[in-house]
């Protein structure tokens, strides 16, 4: 009989935590596989199959790594209180449950510090320097009298230690949208520092 808890949160992929499979690690070594599994979230390296090579064929292992680590994100993540993070789990044992709660409890800093340089990671270049200047179009080839403002703004952007600038000329409305969508990242910047 398969018994699972299904993952799902805002913008992840369903899993599912099967109480069949990670039944069969108990107690102290289930919470080793657990910190093991942040480890991997927090430095990459996945761990190893080799010690349960014996619990778990190949695919059932891949598995449990990954449903496990989805939740482990999504916990993190969406800021599950306890009751939260026990609803989430209530098609596993008191024990596995118990396990969770104690590693998310002790690794949260860890598990929210690595998803703030995952989202840091996504662009590689950091704005080092910025330029700007308001022209006045007062015509065009086609237009004898345009009159309308245009901003010029000259990004200096540094990419793997290359400066690389990067220039714009915007109307007033793309102007409007790009500080809107400016302060919608500055929201999202400073919820994940809080």
């Known amino acids: 009989m398969r018994t699972g808890v299904p993952v799902k949160g805002r913008g992840m992929m369903a899993a599912e935590l099967r109480q069949d499979l990670l039944g069969r690690v108990d107690g102290e070594g289930f919470e080793t596989l657990l910190h093991e599994i942040v480890d991997w979230v927090c430095r990459g390296a996945a761990p190893s199959y080799q010690p349960y090579s014996q619990t778990w064929d190949l695919d059932s292992w891949w598995h449990v790594l990954n449903s496990t680590k989805s939740f482990l994100l999504l916990a993190v993540k969406e800021n599950l209180s306890k009751d939260g993070v026990l609803e989430h789990l209530t098609g596993l044992d008191s024990d596995h449950q118990q396990c969770f709660l104690q590693v998310i409890t002790s690794r949260k800093e860890d598990i929210r510090l690595a998803l703030i340089s995952a989202t ?75």
């Open 120 to 194: 840091a990671a996504i662009s590689q270049g950091a704005l080092e320097d910025l330029d700007w200047q308001v022209k006045l179009v007062l015509s065009s080839d086609k237009i004898s009298s345009v009159q309308k403002p245009v901003l010029g703004l000259d990004l200096a952007v540094n990419k793997e230690g290359q400066r690389e600038t990067l220039s714009l000329e915007l109307s007033q409305e793309e102007v409007a949208s790009l500080v809107t969508q400016l302060e919608a990242a500055n929201k999202v910047v400073t919820q994940m520092k809080t």
